[in-house]
């Protein structure tokens, strides 16, 4: 499963994650008009995700570590008094229809529709602990590569953590331009353009920033070059 920038790395943190986006959920999707049926699907994934991820889990682990003691016990030295297995207590499951396979992909996917509406904002985001990046690492700026191929320049970037970053280009001489596809939110890039003379190999030169909150920001890299023969 694709990573979200949002949901933490961790198990322990996105069961967390769950909770807090659970509590906060139906208000500010009822504000945002996200309709009903899809707010309570969404609480009952949420619901069964928690039940299953964190309470029987962890019921289930302490049963298993309880049933690793017995072992070394029952294999261990002669003497001793005879004691029975422990029970494993389970707990019991939410009191709502089992939901469907693919539950935290459709948390994913309501979370994409309500930075769609109109009316999101980054604020209304940081209530929902849906505008956090729990992946960025430490680096100034984006580093990426070229490699020429047939009549184009492909990119492998590495945006750490940022939503994405915006590419830059000149050639013959002009004036920095941005690669028109951009801003590029996945690992590559790709500058297809024709020819400025298709009679004649053209240096292309990049230089990369990160992508967030709707524009560029930070410090440009150091500028590579490409050259694209005919």
């Not at 694709?2 to 994650?17: A, M, T, V």
């Not at 309470?55 to 002669?78: I, K």
């Amino acid at each position: 499963m694709k990573h979200q920038l949002y949901f933490p790395p961790r198990r322990g943190e996105q069961n967390l994650w769950l909770a807090h986006f659970r509590e906060h959920l139906p208000a500010i999707a009822t504000r945002l008009g996200i309709p009903e049926p899809e707010i309570a699907e969404a609480l009952a994934d949420i619901q069964w995700l928690l039940w299953v991820r964190r309470d029987l889990r962890t019921a289930l682990d302490m049963g298993a570590q309880a049933a690793a003691a017995y072992e070394r016990t029952l294999c261990g030295p002669l003497g001793g008094p005879s004691t029975a297995p422990p029970p494993i207590v389970l707990p019991s499951p939410p009191d709502i229809p089992p939901v469907p396979p693919g539950a935290l992909k459709r948390v994913f996917k309501l979370v994409r529709r309500i930075k769609l509406r109109p009316d999101y904002t980054e604020s209304l985001g940081k209530q929902l602990g849906i505008e956090d990046n729990h992946y960025r690492a430490d680096s100034p700026v984006p580093t990426f590569r070229l490699r020429v191929e047939v009549g184009r320049v492909v990119g492998k970037f590495s945006r750490y953590g940022y939503f994405g970053v915006w590419v830059e280009t000149r050639r013959g001489g002009g004036d920095w331009e941005p690669l028109q596809a951009g801003p590029f939110s996945g690992s590559t890039f790709i500058d297809d353009r024709p020819l400025l003379d298709p009679a004649l190999p053209e240096v292309r030169q990049y230089r990369l920033r990160f992508w967030e909150d709707s524009q560029p920001v930070g410090e440009w890299t150091d500028i590579a070059s490409a050259t694209v023969s005919p």
